[in-house]
């Protein structure tokens, strides 16, 4: 069936050729046009000689010479750059641009919700682009629709899933660029949802791995991202078996197999070349990948020499372990909620998730550090940003802490009105002081007060016994003077 949907399909668009028939019955010979040949593989050679910029800052790893025209490589977690190749140049990135359509979809549809494919999705696509050959009027559901889109990169698909959560193509491109700006994106224009070329379709290797982020965090996006088969039983809006494979020659039993891998989007066109987004985790550490205009196969070499790059050079280090020039935790007055005796939390701790990602040549302690309360995140009063000779390696949040419920047992059931209480408690953010500590310095303070009252006494004393032996002499004297003069 689906042999038959593609060569009705190809018919269709041959039909639609102008065919220019030369020969006697004609007086206008055809011209003859010589088709430009281009040497890609000497392009790709020659781009290894582009400089590397990550390769500038001082105590870096050197990165591999690769011969892609913009490549980067990101840690997930704190979106530390370990690798940067013009990772701002504007490219295209062809079916890579099916990360962002899917991850759109995440955020906008059930997966059970139904897609019907109109004329327009299923006709607008080149006949000899990845396709599934859905017909006009068939439906799949947002679920399939995903597995077809980041399995098979079927073009129809995301053309019609656009179609559906935005009302048109290009009412989802708007989306897309909207999104694209709220992940943080810098140098991107969506034209296409599909990503087939557009001059005015191009993003760069740093936009897509900030996109990247968000995706490889889906589990579900994850999981068809990395599944070499797509199989679509048939239903009664849908009657054929599709079978189709991915592209990806780095997923399990493929040629560059790559064992760290977690997921990856594939894309090529005439325009753009090989384009590879991936994701790969090792020991706690997860990165990302970007390669835009390569030849085939060095997308998955490059990749791969990337990851080694990346988990052979670099350690992820835990802030709050780590830091020590921000005594955050020596407020020891101010506390969380838990109980008054001074078994509770401080208010201010450093998030102790977050890292920072630095050359296993480097100690943390080289790392300088600024403080922003800018915007601080909910929950949080502020940010400490981290780099290393002016490299960001990442940031900690200065959170405040999260209230801990204590509940306490009573002989029977809570009454009503303890039931109540507890449910105020929950709802207010209470601070207690710290007896404990309070205590303490009363004690102290106490001490020290009793300890200049001793001293002052001790003082006085001191001076009056210092004194007294003149009083004493002038009463002597005073006396030998009366006593003569009673004599006389």
Known sequence: MNFGKNLYKSMLAFMAIPVVITGSFFAFPMKEVKAEVIDYQAE?????????????????????????????????????????????????????????TTLIATENCDLNEVVTFSHDAVFSIPYNSSNIAIDEGEELTVDQCLQAILIASANEVSNALGEHIAGSMEGFADMMN????????????FVTVNGLHDDNHYTSAYD?????????????????????????APTDKQPDDIVA????????????????????????????????????????????????KEESP?????????????FGNFQKVNVSEAETRFNINNAEFFYSNNDIFGNSQPILSINNENTVILPKT??????????????????????????????????????????NVVSYEFDGEMTEQQQEAAAENKEENIIFVNVKMILLCVVGIAG????????????????FGEGIKPRRKNRRGHRRRRGSGLRF
């Open 362 to 403: 480097a100690d943390f302690s080289e790392t300088e550090s600024v403080i922003s309360y800018d915007d601080p995140e909910e929950g949080t009063v502020g940010t400490i940003t981290y780099t290393y000779h002016g490299t960001f390696v990442g940031k900690a949040t200065i959170d405040l802490a999260h209230e």
């Open 44 to 100: 790709a050679e020659n781009r290894k000689l582009l400089p590397v910029q990550s390769n500038e800052t001082e105590g870096w790893p050197e990165g591999p010479s690769i011969g892609a025209q913009g490549a980067i490589l990101m840690d997930a977690d704190s979106g530390a750059i370990l690798y940067a190749k013009n990772i701002h140049e504007q490219l295209y990135p062809a079916s890579v641009t099916k990360i962002l």
């Open 208 to 232: 897509l791995a900030l996109i990247g982020r968000y995706f490889f965090a889906n589990e579900l996006l994850c999981k068809y991202a990395s599944t070499s088969k797509l199989h679509l």
């Open 448 to 463: 020290g007060i009793i300890f200049v009252i001793i001293l002052t006494a001790f003082i006085r004393n001191y001076q």
């Open 245 to 292: 494979w991915c592209k990806n020659d780095m997923l399990p039993g493929r040629t560059y197999a790559y064992e760290h891998l977690v997921a990856g989007k594939t894309g090529y066109t005439d325009s753009s070349r090989q384009t590879l987004v991936s994701c790969a985790e090792k020991d706690g550490m997860r990165l990302i990948c970007v390669i835009l």
């Open 298 to 310: 060095h997308q998955f070499t490059d990749t791969i020499d990337l990851f080694n790059y990346g």
């Open 178 to 189: 909207a999104r694209a700006k709220e992940l943080g994106c810098q140098d991107s224009h």
